[in-house]
Every structure is written in C-alpha cells, then in structure tokens.
C-alpha cells in the first residue's frame, strides 16, 4: 500500500472501487482534525495532524477525492490500524 504520510496510509478496498480508507501507522493522539466530511482534498492535502511523543505528524491524502466519513475527532487516541477517514 503507498504510504499517505508518515502517520497513516491510504489503501484501496478493492481493484474497482474508488473508495480509499486511510488508516494509522502508529498510536498517537489526534491533535487536529483539518478535513471535514464532505471537503474535496487533493493528493497531499491534510487529513488530520496526529502528535507522538511531542512530534506533530501530519497525514496527507495520496489521491484526489471527497471526504466521505471522519472516523476520529480532536483528543482521540488511536492505534495502529486505526480508521482515520474514508475518501472517495
């Protein structure tokens, strides 16, 4: 799977669905929520901006595509594998 950011990845769910889920790569807090549902994003967009161990990690969209479902809010913490958001 290509690698969205540093803190999360976005992955196909199948070969013909256009629908990507980005997911955590590492447990961190969720510092901010920058996309919200419904926002077009573009490849390297903002997702969210995780923090780790003092360190802000942003995740970034690898494609273009609409923000379908936010699955974290500010102050969430999350593990690794975690559903960050859905993109379509």
Avoid: F
Avoid at 15 to 33: G, L
């Amino acid at each position: 799977m290509p690698n969205a950011a540093p803190g999360g990845r976005l992955g196909r769910t199948d070969e013909e669905s256009p629908v990507a889920e980005v997911r955590a790569e590492m447990v961190a807090n969720v510092w901010k929520v920058v996309a919200a549902e419904g926002d077009h994003v573009d490849d390297g967009d903002i997702l969210v901006i995780l923090e780790s161990m003092k360190m802000e990690i942003p995740v970034l969209a690898e494609g273009p595509g609409v923000v379908i479902k936010m699955h974290v809010a500010e102050g969430d913490v999350i593990q690794e594998g975690d559903l960050i958001a859905i993109i379509s």
